[in-house]
């Protein structure tokens, strides 16, 4: 099974960026589609932005124009530029493979914490 580690998060300030990273182990990285997703305190695990193994891209309404994700296939590496975030942006980020079914994965890495605060 692939094994994700999420890095790069932190507190910021309101308006900040962050830029986050998720390593996968394996070599099958480069085959699936990835995604970044976060949850909140009290809420239930989002799904914040897609990329397919050829670069194609999708985001949720609520991070369109301030989030981009990318991915080299080459290192094994998807990361997601985080910019104006807010304090609603404040939740574990996570990173994981994308089929229309993620909320029923049973692997999910530790995940990075992210707090968007004055």
């Known amino acids: 099974q692939v094994q994700l580690v999420e890095s790069g998060g932190g507190l910021v300030q309101p308006g900040g960026s962050l830029r986050l990273s998720c390593e996968a182990s394996?070599?099958?990285?480069?085959?699936?589609?990835m995604a970044w997703y976060r949850q909140a305190p009290g809420k239930e695990r989002e799904w914040l932005a897609r990329?397919?193994?050829?670069?194609?891209?999708n985001y949720a309404d609520s991070v369109k124009g301030r989030f981009t994700i990318s991915r080299d296939n080459a290192k094994n590496t998807m990361y997601l530029q985080m910019n104006s975030l807010k304090p609603e942006d404040t939740a574990v980020y996570y990173c994981?493979?994308?089929?229309?079914?993620?909320?029923?994965?049973?692997?999910w890495g530790q995940g990075t914490q992210v707090t968007v605060s004055s």
């Open positions: 990329i397919t193994n050829n670069g194609n891209t």
């Open positions: 394996g070599n099958t990285f480069n085959i699936y589609a």
């Open positions: 994981n493979r994308w089929t229309p079914d993620w909320r029923r994965y049973d692997y």
